[in-house]
């Protein structure tokens, strides 16, 4: 089993939709989980991170992280074009962990 | 200025051949990874250095090999080059080891290796 699986997409949405992104983890003694947004041809930039339980917002961005069933989430409100790219969960234990990324694409 | 920057930014060349990549960081970090990117975007590190002195080193081929020559370069150089090398490989830094405290992981551009 992967240490954080995540479904790779693509994903396709019409502009103003709300975005659902998951992962899930396997190891419960993880405590820092990263989303990074990657545009393409370019390298990966930190989005959000939470630590251990609960929810962080930032603008139309929401992190969420529920430790009892090993799953995190990035919730997008109101999804713009310029919100296309590759989404990659991670976990922060000495090193980063990543998902395999999920393409999102939002139409105009 | 570009925090962490990577050159060459494409490289293509043939199998066996032995080629570097470079890494510089202007952010005053004290740790630098090298990660791998395959072309199903999976992103798995392979080497940290801290400090200059190398603290992971991921189940990759003796054919890579890290040179830190001081806190703001991190090169990797491979031998041998295969067909399977072909990948973007990404250089990172942050402000210390990130042992688990939050520490933010900034990214450079990517090199998109090619071996023909």
């Known amino acids: 089993q992967k240490e954080v699986e995540q479904d790779p997409g693509p994903l396709s949405v019409p502009e103003g939709a709300i975005v659902s992104l998951n992962c899930t983890y396997s190891?419960?003694?993880?405590?820092?989980f990263m989303w990074y947004r990657q545009y393409s041809r370019k390298g990966p930039e930190l989005l959000m991170y939470?630590?251990?339980?609960g929810n962080k917002e930032d603008g139309r961005f929401t992190a969420q992280v529920d430790k009892s069933s090993k799953y995190i989430s990035l919730f997008i409100r109101d999804s713009q074009p310029s919100d296309s790219a590759t989404y990659l969960c991670?976990?922060?234990?000495?090193?980063?962990?990543f998902g395999q990324g999920t393409t999102l694409q939002v139409k105009p | 200025d570009t925090a962490v920057s990577q050159t060459p930014k494409y490289l293509v060349t043939q199998m066996g051949n032995d080629k570097s990549i470079k890494c510089e960081q202007n952010?005053?970090?004290?740790?630098m990874y090298w990660y791998k990117q395959d072309s199903k975007k999976f992103l798995k590190i392979m080497f940290s250095?801290?400090?200059?002195?190398?603290?992971i080193n991921e189940t990759v081929p003796n054919r890579f090999s890290p040179k830190s020559p001081d806190k703001a370069h991190l090169n990797l150089h491979i031998n041998s080059l295969e067909l399977g090398d072909s990948a973007v490989y990404f250089c990172?830094?942050?402000?210390?080891?990130?042992?688990?405290?939050?520490?933010?992981?900034?990214f450079g551009p990517g090199t998109r290796l090619l071996v023909l």
């Open positions: 990172a830094s942050s402000q210390a080891f990130s042992s688990g405290d939050g520490e933010t992981q900034y």
């Open positions: 190891n419960s003694a993880f405590q820092y």
């Open positions: 939470t630590y251990s339980s």
């Open positions: 991670a976990i922060l234990t000495g090193k980063l962990i």
């Open positions: 952010l005053g970090h004290d740790t």
């Open positions: 250095y801290n400090n200059k002195e190398l603290i």
